[in-house]
Each structure stands twice: as structure tokens, then as C-alpha cells.
């Protein structure tokens, strides 16, 4: 089993800031990397696959990079909308798995 | 519109079986792996079960093996989850998700949840 930290847990954020949460692996995993955002009450959206490709229709200012056990997502300028909870998952093998999360609310 | 739908949720004893669906549109069921993934109230993503496009290669997380069954009918396009002997702690919504491309990949398509909860 890959297992997956994420750290911080909870970023605590103005609009306009820049935020990086950061991912890292029990082993080595390439980059066979996600990352989603979850909105309280609905279903987690793709953002970003492949540690660093941006799923269509993903705002720019979400970016990712990495490789091996550590990875990042970045967001450039924080707006209104993308406080939320982040997840990295891995899908490198089986059982596919998911970070603990990263919530990020309004400083 | 690509879209996933997820039923069968509900209240059941500890013990109890359950057997969520989930109605794929929008996009050609059968050449897609697909999965469950749950969230227990107020924690965090848990991937269930995958299954690949044709249904021939099914894999579980540990804490659902020899309990929960996945199975897809393509003629139909939709996904299944048997749940068995059910117990407090698989109370959560249950999400099917579409795998991008590979038989092992992100999720780029989710239902909206279905909740199953476990109680006496």
C-alpha cells in the first residue's frame, strides 16, 4: 500500500494570496499523480493529472509539479471560489489512494 | 453531457446488504474503467473497488474485499456495487467515477453520491 501525507492540513488564506500544498509518498510513484477539489456537499472535481497536466477547463492559476514521493500543487492568486479542500491521490497502483486532505478557508 | 448517477443508498442494519447503481451518459461505458470511492462523514476520500471496461479485472481496497462486489453491465451502462455484511464503519457517500483513459487512472467524471448508512 502507497501511503500519502499532505501537509498543512489547513491553509488559512486572503484572496490574491499564492498557496502551495505539498504531497508526498510512501514510495516512489512517477508521476502518476492527481489532484482534485471538493466543495462541501458535492462530488471532487479533477484538476489536475499526471502530477503537472491541467484537466480541461481548469483555471491556469491551479499549477502542479513533481515527481518520484514529492509533489505540489500551487494556486498563483487565490479567489473566492477555490476555498475548498485539496486531494493528492496516486494512482500508480493498487489500491489506488488518496492524501488525508488539505482544507483551504479564509484567513 | 457526460454524467454519472448514482442510487440504492439508504438505512441499513449492521449485518444487511445494499446494492448501489450507477447510470453512466454521455460517453462509451464500455471502454472505461470505473470505480467507488466513499467519504464517512466529515473524513476524508476512500477508494473501494475498480473495474475494468470490459469487466473481466476487479480490484478492492482491504477493508471491503470478500464483502463488496463490483460488476458493470455494459449493454446497460451501469455500474454496481453488492454490499454485504455491512457495518457501522462503511456508512458514507459512495461516489462511482470514471478512470480518464487506462485501466488504472485519475477520476475525471463523478456521480453526485449516494448515501449509505449503517445503523441499528
Known amino acids: 500500500v502507497i501511503w500519502m501525507t499532505q501537509s498543512p492540513s489547513l491553509l488559512s488564506a486572503s484572496t490574491g494570496d499564492r498557496v502551495t500544498i505539498s504531497c508526498r509518498m510512501s514510495?516512489?510513484?512517477?508521476?502518476?499523480l492527481a489532484w482534485y477539489q471538493q466543495k462541501p456537499g458535492k462530488a471532487p472535481e479533477l484538476l489536475i493529472y499526471a502530477a503537472s497536466t491541467l484537466q480541461s477547463g481548469v483555471p491556469s492559476r491551479f499549477s502542479g509539479s513533481g515527481s518520484g514521493t514529492d509533489f505540489t500543487l500551487t494556486i498563483s492568486c487565490l479567489q473566492s471560489e477555490d476555498f475548498a479542500t485539496y486531494y493528492c491521490?496516486?494512482?500508480?497502483?493498487?489500491?489506488?489512494?488518496f492524501g488525508p486532505g488539505t482544507k483551504v478557508d479564509i484567513k | 453531457e457526460v454524467q454519472l448517477v448514482e442510487s440504492g443508498g439508504g438505512l441499513v442494519q449492521p449485518g444487511g446488504s445494499l446494492r448501489l447503481s450507477c447510470a453512466a451518459s454521455g460517453f462509451t461505458f464500455s471502454s472505461y474503467a470505473m470505480s467507488w470511492v466513499r467519504q464517512a462523514p466529515g473524513k476524508g476520500l476512500e477508494w473501494v473497488s475498480a473495474i475494468s471496461g470490459s469487466g473481466g479485472s476487479t480490484y478492492y481496497a482491504d477493508s471491503v474485499k470478500g464483502r463488496f462486489t463490483i460488476s458493470r453491465d455494459n449493454s446497460k451502462n451501469t455500474l454496481y456495487l453488492q454490499m454485504n455484511s455491512l457495518r457501522a464503519e462503511d456508512t458514507a457517500v459512495y461516489y462511482c467515477?470514471?478512470?480518464?483513459?487506462?485501466?488504472?487512472?485519475?477520476?475525471?467524471?463523478w456521480g453526485q453520491g449516494t448515501m449509505v448508512t449503517v445503523s441499528s
Open positions: 467515477a470514471k478512470g480518464r483513459f487506462g485501466e488504472i487512472d485519475a477520476f475525471d467524471i
Open positions: 514510495q516512489g510513484i512517477s508521476s502518476y
Open positions: 491521490q496516486q494512482y500508480y497502483s493498487f489500491p489506488l489512494t
